[in-house]
């Protein structure tokens, strides 16, 4: 696949970032299974899965903490082609994925206390302030959406320009991040969120085989 190990030297603990590659592809399909399934429930099925909600939540903010290892290590392994730039699409990274995190989980949140508050989950009120947190949910998250996507464009470009990742993964990666920088210009669209995080998905397992194969 890829014959050039000089670029990855600086990571002494390869496995260890692998095993975070790893955890990053994996929570994000799981996050992706989640993000479909729940934006598709009406009131009445949120209500009967608090709990299922609340594990939801949770899962997102473990998404966003473990996939920062990953970012770190897609950088230290692209720094040689250009450290600033290398630089730029880790902190964009980071903090778009962290941004991303806290959007999904303060609405989530929002939706969670909306239906504790007591009224009943099929009232006129309670699907009122549903409908609002739902739409606001777009607004939350496109900050994190585009910073991210940025990031991800960055390390595309970088990939492509050097031999660590094949051209297939650069061209998945620069889509990928096209797609989160698009997503103030489609609204409501979470189609272009998912394969933003299909393509972090694809990302992270392809690393993690890299880093164990060159360990």
């Known amino acids: 696949m890829v014959n050039d190990d000089s670029q990855i030297h600086e990571l002494d603990r390869k496995i260890t970032f692998a095993v975070f590659s790893f955890l990053a592809g994996i929570l994000s399909i799981l996050l992706i299974f989640v993000s479909t399934r729940h934006s598709a429930e009406p009131q009445s099925i949120l209500a009967r899965n608090i709990s299922a909600y609340m594990l939801a939540a949770i899962a997102i903010l473990i998404w ?3 996939s920062i290892p990953h970012v770190i290590a897609l950088g230290t392994m692209l720094s040689p082609k250009s450290n600033s730039f290398a ?3 880790t902190i964009l990274s980071s903090i778009g994925i962290l941004l991303l995190g806290f959007g999904i989980f303060m609405h989530a949140g929002a939706m969670l206390s909306i239906l504790s508050a007591g009224k009943p989950a099929d009232s006129a ?3 009122y302030q549903l409908a609002i947190w739902t739409n606001l949910g777009y607004y939350l998250t496109d900050p ?3 910073t991210w ?3 991800q464009l960055l390390f595309g470009w970088l990939a492509w320009r050097s031999r660590v990742l094949p051209n297939w993964l650069a061209i998945v990666g620069i ?13 409501q669209s979470p189609a272009l969120a998912l394969f933003q995080i299909s393509a972090f998905a694809i ?3 392809v690393t993690g085989i890299i880093l164990i194969r060159r360990k």
């Open 203 to 205: 990302w992270g397992i």
């Open 87 to 89: 630089l730029a699409a």
């Open 144 to 146: 994190g959406l585009m």
């Open 175 to 187: 889509i990928g991040g096209l797609a989160g920088l698009l997503t103030l210009a489609v609204y």
């Open 64 to 66: 966003a903490v473990f």
């Open 125 to 127: 009120d309670t699907a």
């Open 149 to 151: 996507g940025f990031g």
